[in-house]
């Protein structure tokens, strides 16, 4: 990369990341060119966004064909590829919800809590507007997804005041003792991203669904990360075998393209004029959110999803024991994995000498070597990343 582009970067751009100054000009699947011409496989799928690969020709058709003739109407009117996105949704879901379509996570889990809100409204006789979620989860950035999130490193003072109405339990078990009569809802994660790569026991999270939907309090699941097939289900939920009340969509849903969701059982609670977005649900992004979802749903009827799954747990499994003085667990669920790391110093090494090798991972909450591969990794890119990941913990142990 450039000295010179690397300058007006850091001269022109909000300095809101530590990056690392790579300048990636094209990619096929899960492999990365960069602008020298040195590949790099992805293991990050771009923190779990290109659920169907770099460069795919599906996608990319599909948004050559729907920008060449609308890209952008408004939701005053109807949107065809956003009826049928939303169509596909419930199909695959597995029961009756509804979508509203957003732009991000952080948009979707807005989105959520707003319905719960006005669910606590209309739903009792004295309103509910709390929400209790977990510690270690994260569910955004804006002011109300920041506080929603149960690190306090993300609650720095320089952005208070912050809205009320959010509490954090340490444990699943912990909830039940916290709810009161002003508690409207739940909102977690199934398995905890940015947490960790940490998933919660399934008999645990289906007794807290039908505890809660017994008092009638909502279910939020967070599934900007787990959603989209990335557990090896269209939703963690239906992996879980329980039905949210609301759960929440992005990342893998536009195969790299913007798009939340939020998706509910509670079709009546908004109205026009309650909520709404100038950009969610355009034509642009809906036609590729459903042409993402075409692929992913043939691609895990034909098995294809599952073996990758598969093939891409033995690898790991294989790493992990062979460089046991290095990890302390292996965690995770589907194409969702993490490696526990001894300490923060050995993690931060381990994703240098990664990206030195031609392998790219991530770091998550609890000293996690994060894996996110592209859904639609192939064996030869298995193999070849977990041996570029070899040859770097080799420089470390």
Request: glycine share 10%; no cysteine; hydrophobic share 35%.
């Amino acid at each position: 990369m450039s000295e010179e582009l690397k300058n007006i970067d850091k001269k022109y751009v909000l300095n809101t990341y530590s990056k690392n100054y790579v300048n990636f000009k094209s990619g096929i699947n899960a492999t990365l060119f960069d602008d020298s011409g040195k590949d790099y496989v992805d293991f990050t799928s771009g923190i779990g966004v290109v659920s169907v690969g770099h460069g795919n020709k599906q996608v990319a058709d599909t948004i050559y064909k729907q920008v060449s003739s609308i890209t952008h109407t408004s939701n005053l009117y109807m949107i065809e590829p956003q009826i049928k996105l939303a169509q596909q949704i419930t199909k695959l879901a597995g029961y009756e919800v509804g979508t509203f379509f957003a732009n991000s996570g952080a948009e979707a889990n807005e989105g959520a809590i707003k319905i719960a809100r006005k669910y606590g409204e209309k739903n009792f006789e004295k309103k509910r507007y709390k929400v209790i979620t977990l510690e270690h989860s994260f569910h955004g950035r804006t002011i109300t997804t920041v506080k929603a999130t149960g690190q306090d490193k993300f609650h720095a003072p320089h952005f208070a005041p912050y809205p009320d109405g959010f509490s954090y339990d340490n444990t699943i078990d912990d909830i039940y003792n916290s709810i009161d009569d002003e508690t409207v809802a739940v909102m977690i994660e199934l398995v905890q991203g940015e947490g960790g790569v940490q998933p919660f026991d399934k008999k645990d999270i289906q007794e807290l669904a039908k505890f809660l939907n017994d008092n009638k309090i909502l279910l939020i699941v967070d599934e900007v990360q787990t959603g989209v097939y990335r557990t090896g289900e269209f939703l963690a939920s239906n992996l879980y075998e329980i039905q949210p009340d609301i759960i929440t969509l992005a990342k893998g849903l536009g195969g790299g393209v913007p798009i939340g969701a939020v998706i509910t059982k509670h079709k009546d609670i908004l109205e026009p004029g309650d909520h709404g977005s100038t950009f969610g649900g355009n034509y642009l992004s809906t036609a590729t959110g459903l042409e993402v979802l075409n692929i992913l749903e043939d691609y895990k009827v034909s098995g294809k999803l599952d073996e990758a799954i598969i093939y891409f747990e033995e690898k790991l499994d294989t790493l992990y024991k062979k460089y046991s003085n290095l990890f302390l667990e292996s965690v995770g669920l589907g194409l969702m994995r993490g490696l526990r790391v001894r300490d923060e110093q050995t993690l931060a090494s381990i994703v240098s000498k990664a990206f030195e090798n031609g392998v790219l991972v991530l770091k998550a909450g609890k000293n996690t070597l994060r894996l996110l591969p592209v859904l639609t990794i192939s064996k030869e890119e298995i193999d070849e990343g977990f041996k570029r990941l070899g040859d770097a913990l080799e420089e470390i142990s």
